[in-house]
């Protein structure tokens, strides 16, 4: 099986290392805001393979929803809560355990690559003309309607809480 390396597969790999380097970023931060900076510098990966992917909608999707909006709420809830900083580095004592953690990994990704370049994969291609936003619209708010309500109600209900229990939180 031949690699053709082309502008599209060379942007994939940066940005799938980018994706993978900001998970791993966030994994061994030790302060919130540091992982909050790497999520978003992962999920904005995420939002540029969707562009190679040509899903276009989905990675305009993923820039406003996820790395913006999320992020944003995860830096508020780190500001409005009260936690202690803690100044250990948290890498004494831990080189068994990260060499470890590294060997589980490298043989985690070794059976997963091997068993997706030995799986056959249909050659036929989705009939993509029918998956438009317009489409997608209809169906999420005619079909979905009820779904989609409850869920922007329960959000509201969860921001009425933290506004709550962050008053409660400012009062004593």
């Known amino acids: 099986?031949?690699?053709s390396l082309s502008g599209e597969s060379?942007?994939?790999?940066?940005?799938?290392?980018?994706?993978i380097g900001g998970g791993i970023m966030m994994i061994n931060s030790t302060r919130v805001v540091h992982m909050v900076l790497a999520l978003a510098f992962s999920l904005l990966s995420i939002a540029g393979i969707y562009v190679l992917l040509h899903a276009e909608f989905l990675a305009v999707v993923q820039v406003l929803i996820y790395?913006?909006?999320?992020?944003?709420?995860?830096?508020f809830g780190i500001m409005l809560t009260k936690h202690k900083v803690d100044e250990e580095d948290g890498w004494s004592g831990r080189l068994g355990h990260?060499?470890?953690?590294?060997?589980?990994?490298?043989a985690l990704f070794a059976i997963v690559m091997g068993v997706i370049y030995r799986t056959p994969f249909a050659g036929?291609?989705?009939a993509t003309k029918s998956f438009t936003v317009e489409a997608l619209?209809?169906?999420?708010?005619k079909q979905y309607?009820?779904?989609f309500e409850l869920t922007s109600i329960l959000l509201l209900v969860a921001l009425v809480g933290a506004v709550i229990l962050a008053k409660k939180e400012a009062d004593s």
């Open 145 to 147: 309607v009820i779904p």
């Open 67 to 75: 790395t913006g909006a999320i992020s944003i709420l995860m830096l």
């Open 137 to 141: 619209g209809k169906s999420v708010f």
């Open 124 to 126: 036929k291609v989705a």
């Open 1 to 3: 099986m031949a690699l």
């Open 10 to 19: 060379i942007a994939f790999f940066v940005l799938s290392m980018m994706a």
């Open 98 to 106: 990260s060499l470890l953690s590294f060997l589980g990994v490298g």
